[in-house]
Structures are given as structure tokens and as C-alpha cells.
T-cell receptor, first 116, second 113 residues
Framework: EAGVAQSPRYKIIEKRQSVAFWCNPI?????LYWYQQILGQGPKLLIQ????????DSQLPKDRFSAERLKGVDSTLKIQPAKLEDSAVYLC??????????????FGPGTRLTVT | DAKTTQPNSMESNEEEPVHLPCNHS???????IHWYRQLPSQGPEYVIH???SNVNNRMASLAIAEDRKSSTLILHRATLRDAAVYYC??????????????FGGGTRLMVKP
């Protein structure tokens, strides 16, 4: 079974530029998550999708961050304009809604963003 | 979300058992205890989860205190590949959409050869 795919793996941009990250979840997984992980910290949820609908985006800085999952499969996270504090690893995860409580999330390798 | 407390770091010798503690004194009756680990330069990966009873799988064992206010992840024989940050996370009963994971700082496990 193929895992969660993310691209690019690395990106360096200057502040005020824009950037986009792409995620393809595990086939059949209805739930998709984007996390931000700053160096030395645990991942922080930015947004959660169920199919193509947003379940939780309460921690997404909506003035500069946007995300979409138009067909309920792959997803794009965009930052425009980027700030220095956006330097982090952006992780995508997916999960299945089948079964009962406590199902696991599967994470991709992440995209390391450096804003200079 | 209920909070968890873990030591910042631990050391272990290769091929010895490792006990990673987690305190969660404010856990609710419907919170599941999840453990994930993150190897260097990789995304987190699921290790194990439980509710009340101890759990075993091919990766580890999870021992849950009777009052559920603490738990311990047990790696039976640590290898160098087990060096990672281990996160203990409480997760409520899932609705149809699923619940997010709230990560703390985790415990960085170092394994010495």
C-alpha cells in the first residue's frame, strides 16, 4: 500500500513570496490533515478535511494560509505572503473513518520550508 | 484536550528494555491513550493505543494504570532504529469525521550501542 505522498520535500523562498505544498493521501482515506511542525516542537494541526469539506480550521492563519481539497482526494496548502516565522516542516496525514474509536493517522514525509 | 506530561529525554542501551512514562491526570473516561513516534527527518508514525487494558503489538506494549492517570510505553528490546521522539497523546471518542491529534513536546529517546 502506498503511503502519503508530499511534494516538494524542500523549499526555500524569500519573505513575502508565495508557496504551495501538495499532498496525496492513502487511497480511500476520507480524512486529511495538515500540520505545521516548528523545529524542536511537536506538530500542530492547521486544518482537517473530511472528504472535500473542512472539519476544523480554527488554527489556520487565514490571512495568509489557505488549503483546499476540491475532489476529496489530494490537497494543496498555500502560504501567501510568507513570513520568516512560517519556516517549519509541513506534514500531511490521512486517516480512515472505518471502524470504531482510535484509528491511526498516517503521515507523509513532510515539506521543509525555509523563509529567508 | 486533556494534557499529557512526558520527560524531555531518556537514554537507553541497545537491546535493553525501555519504559517511557506519560502522566495524564486530567484524562476523561472516554479518552484513548495514543502513542506516536517520530524518527529523524520523518513524519510521525503510529505505535499503539489503548483505553483501559494493557495492549501489545509487534512494535511495543502499553501499560495503563488502573486509575488511567498514567501510562507507560514499553519497548522490549531497544535498537538503534528506535531512537526517536515519542509522543503520548489523548484522543477523545471519534465522531464520524475523526479527531485531530494534539502533540506535546514528547520524549526524545537516545539509544546507545
Amino acid at each position: 500500500e502506498a503511503g502519503v505522498a508530499q511534494s516538494p520535500r524542500y523549499k526555500i523562498i524569500e519573505k513575502r513570496q508565495s508557496v504551495a505544498f501538495w499532498c496525496n493521501p492513502i487511497s480511500g482515506h476520507a480524512t486529511l490533515y495538515w500540520y505545521q511542525q516548528i523545529l524542536g516542537q511537536g506538530p500542530k494541526l492547521l486544518i482537517q478535511f473530511q472528504n472535500n469539506g473542512v472539519v476544523d480550521d480554527s488554527q489556520l492563519p487565514k490571512d495568509r494560509f489557505s488549503a483546499e481539497r476540491l475532489k476529496g482526494v489530494d490537497s494543496t496548502l498555500k502560504i501567501q505572503p510568507a513570513k520568516l516565522e512560517d519556516s517549519a516542516v509541513y506534514l500531511c496525514a490521512s486517516g480512515s473513518t472505518k471502524g470504531g474509536q482510535g484509528y491511526e493517522q498516517y503521515f507523509g514525509p513532510g515539506t521543509r520550508l525555509t523563509v529567508t | 484536550d486533556a494534557k499529557t506530561t512526558q520527560p524531555n529525554s531518556m537514554e537507553s542501551n541497545e537491546e535493553e528494555p525501555v519504559h517511557l512514562p506519560c502522566n495524564h491526570s486530567t484524562i476523561s473516561g472516554t479518552d484513548y491513550i495514543h502513542w506516536y513516534r517520530q524518527l529523524p527527518s520523518q513524519g510521525p508514525e503510529y505505535v499503539i493505543h489503548g483505553l483501559t487494558s494493557n495492549v501489545n503489538n509487534r512494535m511495543a506494549s502499553l501499560a495503563i494504570a488502573e486509575d488511567r492517570k498514567s501510562s507507560t510505553l514499553i519497548l522490549h528490546r531497544a535498537t538503534l532504529r528506535d531512537a526517536a521522539v515519542y509522543y503520548c497523546i489523548l484522543r477523545g471518542i471519534l465522531n464520524n469525521a475523526g479527531n485531530m491529534l494534539t502533540f506535546g513536546g514528547g520524549t526524545r529517546l537516545m539509544v546507545k550501542p
